[in-house]
């Protein structure tokens, strides 16, 4: 038995040390080892000496001794036959490349940059912030204490392992950590998902995509939130789109308001998209509370600015006419790949 365990070790030496460049040689090697009176078949014959309470072990070894030469040898016939065919004919290189897909931009994406560019040419830079957010960057530094009750405006996800983290709900926590470096005049954009434990529904889902808006210098006024509001949308959605604003309420800007576009898909006539009003709301804003720039460091007697905070879904939506926010998010690709065109 320890003879047999040696023999095989002694083959295995060898078969590494043979010098196999030629399909001669491979032949030879195949006969050496493989042939019917090869290595492999002789060691076979010795079984007949181990005795039976080994037979068993002895058997196991030298199947994987027989295993790995057949590998070996397939193996090197195998770059024998790639070698060969390499070696007659010279690769035609007018031949057409193998076709692969390209993928397309996600609509989400499309529009994000549109948005964005938009902003970047009215001169505001882009600002990101991370997703996990402590409280006091996404409520308390807003205007939004501890039991206020516009905190249930926005249902959280907190992290269980420190109840001060929390998944942002907005990316004006961005904007705090921006007014907090106190550079000054501050315009920027800050895109990026953020999180609502919400139903998911047609309108709904616990994530979706802004973009906030934030401008603070000293003379600021609710005339600049407009202009700039307004050139937006005519970037984004044509010239004959109407807008309106309307009183609303944030805890982080006062005056507020919510500005409304005349809808895309009926034109204004009333239709289920606009629910028969003929508007839809696009986006909050406001002049920043004179709290949150307290809050920042910044001195409200001599700054003001406007702040406005869009979902990116909701913009895509009214683009392209899409009825259903969870399509963005299932990976389905014969929707993705509908949205090819540059906006
Ligand atoms: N942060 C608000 C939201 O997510 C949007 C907003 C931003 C409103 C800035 C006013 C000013 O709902």
């Not at 590494?16 to 014959?45: C, H, N, P, Q, T």
């Not at 991370?130 to 905190?151: C, K, M, Q, V």
């Not at 961005?174 to 106190?182: C, S």
């Not at 047609?202 to 401008?215: K, M, S």
Request: proline share 4%; aromatic share 10%.
């Amino acid at each position: 038995m320890d003879q047999l365990m040696a023999q095989i070790e002694q083959y295995k030496k060898e078969i590494k040390d043979e010098v196999i460049s030629s399909k001669d040689e491979l032949e030879a090697f195949r006969i050496k080892y493989l042939g019917v009176k090869g290595v492999l078949k002789s060691i076979m014959g010795e079984m007949k000496n181990v005795p039976a309470d080994k037979k068993k072990e002895a058997g196991l070894m030298l199947n994987e001794f027989k295993q790995m030469v057949e590998s070996y040898y397939q193996e090197l016939a195998l770059n024998f036959e790639n070698a060969g065919s390499e070696s007659t004919d010279k690769p035609d290189v007018t031949l057409p490349g193998q076709p692969f897909t390209i993928g397309t931009r996600h609509p989400i994406s499309i529009v994000h940059n549109k948005i964005v560019s938009i902003f970047q040419r009215l001169g505001f830079s882009v600002a990101e912030g991370p997703e996990i957010e402590d409280d006091w960057h996404n409520f308390t530094a807003l205007n939004l204490p501890e039991n206020h009750p516009a905190r249930d405006m926005q249902d959280t996800f907190y992290i269980s392992q420190n109840p001060d983290w929390l998944l942002r709900t907005h990316t004006s926590s961005v904007q705090i950590r921006e007014m907090e470096k106190g550079e000054l005049p501050l315009r920027i954009i800050c895109p990026g998902r953020v999180y609502r434990n919400e139903t998911i529904s047609a309108r709904a889902h616990c994530f979706f995509n802004q973009v906030e808006g934030l401008y603070i210098a000293e003379n600021v006024s609710f005339a600049d939130l407009k202009q700039t509001l307004y050139f937006f949308v005519k970037e984004m959605f044509g010239a004959d789109v109407k807008v309106r604003f309307r009183p609303s309420y944030f805890p982080f800007t006062e005056p507020s308001a919510e500005m409304d576009i005349s809808c895309l898909i009926c034109g204004g006539e009333g239709c289920s998209v606009c629910k028969k009003t003929g508007w839809v709301e696009i986006l909050g804003c406001g002049m920043v509370h004179p709290k949150v720039l307290d809050n920042c460091g910044i001195d409200s007697n001599k700054y003001t600015g406007f702040a406005f905070g869009m979902g990116i879904e909701r913009i895509t939506m009214l683009t392209y006419q899409v009825k259903d926010l969870r399509l963005f998010s299932e990976n389905d690709v014969r929707f993705l790949r509908q949205f090819t065109a540059a906006l």
